[in-house]
């Protein structure tokens, strides 16, 4: 029960106000007055004479002008439209006391961070955001305003707005601050912050065991300054984790320069990576390479082994000192690279049959990473379908839609021959034709992609007779021990040894799905 009391400003009003509350032994839950003569009471709910009767006595009090019944007290209401506004904001908005705690989120938060209200409020900032350093900002070590962050895999910029009180003395306390947190996909007008060196692998996102090491072991490589080689099917992130090696390497402020060894004519490449003398080429002025431009950086260095013998050459002498030659010049050019390589081949086999300068691949293959394909992690697939969901719901401005029940569970099936790539792909499409707030299974169309996929592994003949056996046996046992998950029930599907079994995934190096 909630009173509105009309009055005059006489002394010792409030006090009889009270006193008839108390003789009836009404309970004061809180009290709020209004200069220009209003005292609100908030009480328990009394029965319906018992409220009349405490009606007709607050009128006969002297001065008393009216009193009636309200359902918000003055700040209920305040705070409950301030509340009811900042829900309806599409940016998730935080509110921080001075501890670090969150004491106030609204819906757009509570989606981007999968939480209830009741599960954030009283969680410190930096349990959600590592990366941030409230404490610093709070305490006046930096005046940034705006502070790059990565959520779940994606790039967002957060914006403080402190929050200050003034006493009566008209000093001015710091109170609250308020965190707004906008996406870069439909903010693009922000520049994005220099990253520092402890970033760079946010933006992986995945729970399986080989996610896990593969992200373990990267971070450790990342910081060595040697060659960098990484080994992944198309799709799989090999330039991207090269970037986020470089992010996390004492070079992550100095350039990131990328040159694709398999798109362009060697002369080009040549000139693109070692630069040319003045006059070469019609231009009077000379060009520096990729290698100068990057000078104290990284570059990195695509499918690699589609790189030409006499480009490997180079490279070589380039790995051996720093030094190199611009195309045209005689005297050498003095660099520090550190050089990242991807490639979708097996260098080891290019060069053990002679494609690919074997000398070389003893000077890349100091550090090595192995991006495991999708198909043998499926228990990435629900991060990375959130992940992408999420993106391209941004870009499209579109509500994030809700989740077909086993949605997860047939995408996990799929074999997924474009990995990352391609789920990024078919989850734009799947997208651009949704019907409703539910993403379905038959949105990805995965019944024409699966047919495809059986009809191309029938017409694969490239290699010896033997070649193509052990591919398609490969193949057979592979998709098989996703639903025979162990050596002993493959072999009883099969009808064949346990032994021979083992020996087979061994040899194919078949393993169980994390």
């Known amino acids: 029960m909630r009173l509105e009391v009309f009055c005059e400003d006489r002394l010792g009003l409030t006090r009889e106000l009270l006193d008839i509350l108390a003789s009836r032994n009404i309970d004061l839950r809180g009290i709020e007055i209004d200069v220009i003569g209003i005292i609100y009471l908030n009480c328990p709910d009394i029965d319906f004479d018992t409220f009349r009767e405490l009606m007709a006595e607050i009128r006969r009090i002297p001065g008393v002008k009216d009193v009636r019944k309200i359902q918000f007290m003055p700040i209920e209401r305040h705070n409950t439209e301030l509340v009811s506004l900042v829900n309806q904001l599409s940016d998730p908005v935080l509110s921080i006391d001075t501890k670090g705690a969150i004491d106030m989120a609204n819906f757009a938060a509570q989606s981007l961070f999968a939480k209830t209200e009741s599960e954030l409020l009283g969680m410190p900032i930096s349990a959600l955001m590592p990366a941030v350093k409230f404490s610093a900002w709070s305490n006046g070590e930096t005046l940034r305003q705006h502070e790059q962050v990565v959520i779940d895999g994606l790039d967002y910029q957060v914006e403080w707005t402190p929050v200050y009180i003034q006493d009566d003395a008209k000093e001015s306390t710091l109170a609250s601050t308020v965190v707004t947190i906008k996406s870069t996909q439909t903010h693009p007008s922000f520049q994005p912050l220099p990253e520092m060196n402890e970033l760079g ?226 989850v734009l499409r799947a997208l651009t034709e949704l019907d409703g707030d539910t993403l379905t299974i038959a949105a990805f169309h995965l019944n024409q992609l699966q047919a495809g996929k059986e009809q191309n592994a029938t017409v694969n003949l490239d290699g010896t007779l033997d070649e193509i056996m052990k591919s398609y046996e490969a193949m057979v046992l592979e998709r098989l021990f996703q639903s025979f998950p162990s050596s002993r029930k493959l072999a009883k599907r099969l009808d064949v040894s346990h032994t021979s079994i083992a020996n087979k995934l061994r040899e194919y190096d078949i393993r169980k799905n994390d």
Not at 320 to 344: C, K, L, N, W
């Open 201 to 426: 692998f946010e933006h992986f996102v995945g729970l399986s065991n080989r996610h896990k090491a593969l992200m373990t072991q990267a971070k450790k490589l990342a910081v060595l300054d040697k060659p960098l080689l990484i080994e992944g099917e198309t799709g799989t992130g090999k330039e991207m984790l090269a970037r986020a090696c470089h992010q996390r390497s004492h070079r992550a402020e100095k350039p990131f320069l990328v040159l694709s060894c398999a798109s362009m004519p060697d002369d080009v490449a040549e000139t693109e990576l070692f630069g040319h003398a003045p006059g070469s080429f019609n231009h009077q002025q000379g060009s520096k390479g990729i290698f100068e431009q990057a000078n104290g950086g990284t570059v990195f260095l695509d499918e690699i082994g589609e790189m030409s013998a006499h480009l490997q050459v180079k490279l070589l002498r380039l790995l051996q000192d720093g030094q190199f030659r611009r195309v045209g010049e005689e005297h050498e050019v003095q660099v520090d690279v550190r050089i990242i390589a991807s490639t979708r081949h097996s260098l080891a086999q290019l060069a053990e049959v002679g494609s690919f300068r074997e000398d070389l691949f003893y000077r890349l293959n100091v550090l090595t990473l192995l991006i495991p394909p999708l198909r043998q992690r499926p228990n990435d697939i629900g991060p990375l379908l959130d992940l992408f969901v999420t993106k391209h719901c941004q870009q499209l401005g579109m509500r994030k839609p809700h989740l077909e029940t086993n949605l997860i569970e047939a995408l996990g099936g799929y074999h997924w021959p474009g990995n990352m790539r391609q789920l990024d792909n078919m």
